[in-house]
Structure formats: structure tokens, C-alpha cells
């Protein structure tokens, strides 16, 4: 079978950075490229030549010089340059070109005006486009949204603990919950706190997930890199730890200390496997240009995620809520 042909444009941390060559881990696009027998890594592309020559050398491939080439030649394209710069290329690659597919890291904008067109803009094209909200991924998440849908029972309410911005960061949990729930839905931002970026600071707020009310507490990553959350539900309970990398399983169960009372009681502790994220995309890529299955992690869900985190940014700048 032919391989399908993948360019990178950005060569920084995500594309190429992270990973080292011969260990385990698979925590770029490059090193999921070359770990897919489907797929050949066509080459790198960059602003900064000196930073695709790296790259390039580093996985064994060559430096593409510009985007016409991309065009003609790639089956799939990879967008990883910095946020600001998403809607630029993936507005380029909308529309007449040889591309089948384009892979784009989160967010799609970091503008709300610029949501509407983009979305507007994919659902027009014939390619197919994914965006790498990495958890969607990942096997223990899609378990969980299994238990949740079968075994948990309502949402009873939840806490959540992240740091550097809403949009950068926080983006990576509504999508999660976009993922796993029926309605997300922001309702009061009561602080923010700068531990990023001005134009993007990390809130305090509460969100409406189905009928139960979530709270979001920012920890500045200046000091720590927190990305926690408790889910609390009629029949149980679900603690992740992003430090740890684990899901853990709480049941209901009688109280090991106080008779006739009723406690979580933990279950089970599942690790994940983050290594998993960029090899599930990839495979996901394959199945869906091969006519198997459905994108897990649409540019509609992207498009969602954007407009509720500029929704919460723009409350904290607009007011200067403190």
C-alpha cells in the first residue's frame, strides 16, 4: 500500500522537540510519523530554516522550502507553529490543493471574530481536518467517557485546577468535557489571575456541565504545573492527576469508620498513557482516509472550545475581574 505523504510546518517542541529518537516515548507529530507504517515523513518546513534543518537531521528527512510545495505534494499536512499563526495557515490550506487532510494543534484561533470563518471555511472543503486535543486520544479517556455514559450515573458537581491561560491551557479541559458531556456551558467568572500572558489569563469561574455546576480554580504556573480535576457523580467519583498521569476510580460503598454512612471508596487506578496521544491521532488520520470510522476530534468541537474560552477571556479583560 502506498504511504501517505506528511509535512510538518513548525519544527519547535511539539513537532520535533520532545522527543528523543530511540526511547519509548511518542510525544511528537515526527516521532508518530515514523512510528506509522501508513505514513512517510515528507519533510519540515519553518520560518526559521535553521530550526527545520534540526529537525529535519533529527528524524531523517529534508527541509521543505515553501508551501507550494507542501501543496503539490503532501497527502496530509501537520500545522504546529504558535497559536497566533494557526488561523493563517489553516485559512492557506482551505480550499484547491492535493492535500486529503490537515492535522492542526490547538486552539484553531486564539480570535473569537476568526471562529466562525474558519469553521465555515473546513465545512466547505473536501478535506478532512483534525485537531490535536491530544485526550481524545488516549484510550483512558475514551474509557471514561464509557463509565460516564453507562455506570456513573448524574454529575453531581466538580473542581478543576489549571494554570497558564485559558485559551493555551485550560482550552485542553472544556475540550475534554465537550468530549465527554452533552452541555458545557460557561456561567460566572468571578477572578483571573496574569501567570501567562496578559492577553490571556487564567480564570476563576464556574460552568454549567449538563445539569450540575463545575468550578475552575487557577494555580499560577509561575510557581507550579497543576492540571487536576474531581468529578463527583451519583455513582461514584473520578479523580485525575495530571502530575501523576492517572484516573482514579471511586464507587459508593459503607463507611470503613461511621455506620449508616456512605463514602467513595476507591475502586480502581488506571494510568495513563500519554504516549498514546500522538499514535491514536495518526492511526485516527489513517482510519478515516481509509473510510474507517469517525474523526474523534473535529474542527465543531475545536470551534466550541475557542468560543467558550474567549468567552471567559474577554469577560476577565473587558472587566478586569481580580
Known sequence: MKKLKVAVIGAGQIASGYDIVKDKNILTHAKAIKHNESLELLGFYDNDKNKALEAAQKWGTVVIESIEYIEENADVICIAVPDAFHYDYLKRFTGKNNVKAVIIEKPLTDCLEKVGELEERCERDTKLYFVNYSRRFISEFQHLKTWINH???????????????????????????????????????????????????????????????????????????????????????????????????????????????????????????????????????????????????????????????????????AKNVL
Not at 248 to 277: F, L, P, W
Request: aromatic letters at 10%; one cysteine or more; proline letters at 2%.
Open 151 to 317: 455506570d456513573a450515573g448524574k454529575l453531581i458537581c466538580g473542581a478543576c485546577y489549571y494554570g497558564k491561560g485559558v485559551l493555551h491551557n485550560c482550552s485542553h479541559l472544556i475540550n475534554l468535557f465537550l468530549y465527554l458531556f452533552e452541555e458545557v456551558k460557561p456561567l460566572a467568572v468571578t477572578r483571573n489571575i496574569v501567570d501567562y500572558s496578559k492577553d490571556d489569563p487564567s480564570a476563576e469561574f464556574l460552568m454549567k456541565i449538563d445539569e450540575a455546576t463545575v468550578a475552575f480554580f487557577p494555580i499560577p504556573c509561575t510557581e507550579i504545573t497543576v492540571f487536576d480535576f474531581d468529578l463527583f457523580f451519583e455513582n461514584g467519583k473520578i479523580h485525575c492527576d495530571g502530575e501523576k498521569n492517572v484516573i482514579v476510580y471511586y464507587k459508593k460503598g459503607s463507611s470503613v469508620v461511621y455506620r449508616d454512612e456512605t463514602n467513595y471508596i476507591k475502586n480502581i487506578e488506571v494510568q495513563i498513557d500519554g504516549s498514546s496521544a500522538m499514535r491514536g491521532l495518526y492511526k485516527n488520520v489513517c482510519d478515516v482516509l481509509n473510510g474507517n470510522g469517525e474523526i474523534v476530534s473535529g474542527i465543531h468541537d475545536a470551534a466550541k472550545t475557542v468560543e467558550i474560552c474567549c468567552e471567559i477571556r474577554d469577560t476577565c479583560l
